[in-house]
């Protein structure tokens, strides 16, 4: 699962917002896609752009994700380590692209459902409810931090 950070946060709302306002959606479009539209936001690359170097790559997100290469400095290879730097794993590009990670399934309002991949509004609500998971794992760590300081701190009192 996703190393759970704000710029990720951020960049999946961003990418949900761009798409709700409206921004070219295709998903047999490597820079239009879900993962595409992502990559949009994580990197300075226009969709074309992105389409070109995925198209000099072999197949779709999920295969370019899986044999991703940080040393030959392939632009395709670029975006994929920006994704990465953002805190996805190259399963979670394969589940961005599919909208199928269960985890995220569960945070959709309403609660589990399956979505279609080649749907705006499902590529929305995905990117929405992964938000939220990464925020609620967030969340759930800093409580967790918070409980251990003040658990520390009383162990110190209570010995002195």
Aim: glycine share 6%.
């Amino acid at each position: 699962m996703a190393y759970a950070n704000h710029t990720l946060i951020h960049a999946l709302r961003e990418t949900a917002q761009r798409l709700r306002d409206g921004a070219p959606y295709a998903w047999g479009h490597h820079g239009q896609c879900n993962c595409g539209n992502l990559a949009q936001v994580a990197t300075s690359f226009s969709a074309e752009e992105i389409q070109a170097f995925a198209l000099a790559s072999a197949g779709e997100w999920t295969e370019i994700a899986e044999n991703h290469c940080q040393i030959t400095g392939a632009p395709v290879d670029l975006i994929v380590q920006k994704l990465m730097e953002l805190g996805l794993t190259p399963t979670d590009i394969h589940h961005l692209e599919y909208l199928d990670d269960r985890a995220v399934l569960r945070h959709l309002p309403g609660g589990f459902r399956w979505l279609r991949r080649n749907s705006r509004k499902d590529a929305v609500d995905y990117l929405e409810a992964f938000a939220d998971l990464l925020e609620n794992k967030m969340l759930d760590a800093m409580v967790e931090r918070n409980l251990a300081d003040l658990t520390e701190k009383e162990c110190v009192v209570e010995t002195a």
